[in-house]
């Protein structure tokens, strides 16, 4: 009472004001949301920690109410291997990008990883992760985070890697004259001009995930079976049962999961990241910011933490970590001839252990003429890839330049393409196994479309994400000296949007090899059909748990995949990088 005379306000009157100076209705609703999220994502994450013979023992249940718990645990799977592929991006890309010497080692290297087929991955890594949390669920999920990282991460490293090499040579300049170091370079240049491209292929990448979530959360190879909760399960339990409604459920749980991130996540992301755009132009069509976007700007408490998060990390890139970017290293030039002939003599005594260590193994394991013949079966799938490649490029990047040049079609275009990756490319195994075998047909052939069904989402998004990353000047310029047909074409689009294709092409290319496993031998029920090819060789030795014989498969793949990208998307690449930049 003597506050109250005193013209203090109460204690349940402070309150209310603060409450109301620093928290509002918006703060109260994205506070309760993210409590029940927080008690839900807990409530999954205990599972991880439980015994394993406890999650083998329970089948997944195809009735409608165990979806959503399903969902959640296959997003937190997804979203998990999402991190850990953004962190090796920034390690990997960064020093390949940066490093002449790195790269020689680590470009070769991304294209056997990125190469290898998931089964190849699952072959070896399920066995090391079971036995590092023996007896518990959680060796089974990093097996499956693992898995789907691997359809995740080099699309993003190439992504990030092909934007690092296109920084316009002025930018560098600056960096140096300002006397930034290494730290304070990468995280004011080059991540800024690396985010729209990062920020396209992590939604391709998420979406990418989907396709391979059956085989993550349905792990078997030989003796070893291993069945996690969750959605891709659900879809390979209902493929086995011939559920059509078990099936058509799964796909609506897994659009609404993907709807809800696009909107959350995705969405105010890629409209941050238009400020990142080389050029900053305008393109003449007003940006719409995304409603969730204005609703966190609604917040105080929320915003005012978010800003204070901002501030810190700014900081954080400003310290004055590593050499400036500009220090040139004190040594001669015989020094330098010598150290680069000892670097070469390195990795060729490298090469050269390594390959008499593997040309010892193969020749006391297997024939000549298995090797020849599977060298044949990856020139029989190689030829597939391809055509299919030359296919999706003639129909989605010319309809990718046109969604993209216009914001209002690029941001319908980018859910509807995420929910076209996101589709599982094996529900349609059933239609063409049905229709093949009914209509008598070559599988050799009519299988050939299904490995370009998910891959083919990579070139568009890329297209779409260079076509609206070309400076709004330039285009404005375009338009007011009447440029357009094929000289449009060749000295303004093309060279603005190859280093953009050039990665959805590679990623592609990958996602049709790894694709070439599950549609060169399509199952649909007890009905099997097998074509002659290099993914069914693997395939068929998977479920024989022939560990030689996924070796020798995986090492083909291997092979052919570095001939392709050194005789063929490498040089393009580098050409790309050197003449096709707007500066």
Request: aromatic share 12%.
């Given at each position: ?88 991006t920034f390690c990997y890309a960064t020093l390949a990008a940066r490093s002449a010497r790195a790269r020689q080692v680590l470009i070769p290297l991304l294209d056997v990883l990125q190469s290898v087929p998931i089964l190849g991955f699952l072959a070896f890594t399920v066995t090391f992760f079971l036995a590092l949390f023996p007896g518990r669920v959680l060796g089974g999920e990093l097996a499956a985070i693992f898995t789907i990282f691997t359809s995740q991460a080099w699309n993003m490293t190439l992504g990030m890697y092909q934007s690092l090499r296109a920084v316009p040579s002025e930018l560098d ?411």
């Amino acid at each position: 009472m003597n506050d109250r005379r005193q013209g203090f306000p109460s204690q349940p009157e402070l309150f209310s004001s603060l409450a109301q100076r620093y928290v509002n209705s918006a703060d109260v609703l994205l506070l309760v949301c993210v409590a029940a999220c927080a008690i839900a994502v807990g409530a999954a994450v205990r599972h991880m920690f439980g015994p394993l013979a406890a999650v083998t023992a329970t089948p997944v249940h195809l009735e409608f109410s165990y979806l959503p718990g399903y969902a959640l645990r296959t997003t937190l799977r997804m979203f998990a291997a999402l991190g850990v592929s953004l962190v090796f991006t920034f390690c990997y890309a960064t020093l390949a990008a940066r490093s002449a010497r790195a790269r020689q080692v680590l470009i070769p290297l991304l294209d056997v990883l990125q190469s290898v087929p998931i089964l190849g991955f699952l072959a070896f890594t399920v066995t090391f992760f079971l036995a590092l949390f023996p007896g518990r669920v959680l060796g089974g999920e990093l097996a499956a985070i693992f898995t789907i990282f691997t359809s995740q991460a080099w699309n993003m490293t190439l992504g990030m890697y092909q934007s690092l090499r296109a920084v316009p040579s002025e930018l560098d300049e600056a960096a140096r004259c300002f006397g930034l170091t290494s730290w304070q370079k990468f995280w004011r240049l080059d991540v800024p001009c690396a985010v729209p491209s990062l920020v396209w292929n992590a939604m391709m990448s998420m979406a990418g995930g989907w396709f391979m979530v059956v085989y993550s959360e349905s792990i078997s190879v030989g003796s070893t079976e291993v069945v996690l909760p969750g959605i891709g399960s659900y879809v390979g339990r209902a493929i086995d049962q011939r559920d059509g409604a078990a099936i058509g459920a799964a796909i609506a749980a897994m659009m609404a999961v993907i709807l809800l991130y696009d909107q959350l996540l995705f969405r105010p992301l890629a409209a941050w990241a238009t400020r990142f755009r080389l050029g900053g132009g305008d393109s003449g069509v007003p940006v719409v910011e995304p409603w969730f976007l204005r609703f966190l700007r609604r917040t105080l408490l929320i915003h005012t933490v978010g800003d204070a998060l901002f501030l810190a990390a700014r900081k954080v890139s400003y310290l004055k970590v590593g050499r400036a970017v500009g220090v040139a290293q004190s040594t001669s030039p015989a020094g330098s001839v010598a150290s680069e002939w000892l670097w070469r003599g390195f990795l060729g005594m490298v090469f050269l252990a390594a390959l008499l260590l593997v040309g010892r193994y193969a020749y006391e394991t297997y024939a000549m003429a298995e090797v020849g013949h599977v060298f044949a079966l990856g020139g029989i799938t190689m030829v597939r890839v391809m055509s299919m490649l030359v296919l999706a490029s003639v129909i989605w990047v010319p309809l990718g330049v046109w969604l993209g040049l216009n914001p209002v079609r690029a941001r319908r275009a980018q859910l509807a393409a995420q929910y076209c990756a996101a589709f599982p490319a094996n529900l349609f195994f059933p239609v063409f196994v049905v229709g093949i075998v009914h209509f008598h047909l070559m599988p050799d052939v009519w299988l050939t479309p299904l490995m370009i069904l998910g891959a083919q989402w990579y070139i568009l998004f890329n297209v779409i994400a260079g076509a609206s990353s070309l400076p709004g000047e330039l285009l404005e310029v375009c338009r007011s000296l009447n440029v357009r047909g094929w000289f449009w074409w060749r000295r303004v689009l093309l060279p603005g949007i190859m280093p953009y294709y050039l990665v959805g092409a590679v990623a592609a290319a990958g996602g049709a090899w790894n694709a070439a496993i599950a549609s060169e031998m399509a199952e649909w029920g007890n009905v099997t059909l097998v074509a002659h090819g290099l993914g069914a060789y693997i395939a068929q030795a998977t479920l024989r748990g022939d560990i030689n014989q996924i070796g020798l498969g995986t090492v083909v793949m291997c092979v052919l995949v570095m001939l392709l990208n050194t005789l063929f998307w490498r040089p393009l690449s580098d050409f790309a990088a050197r003449r096709l930049k707007l500066n």
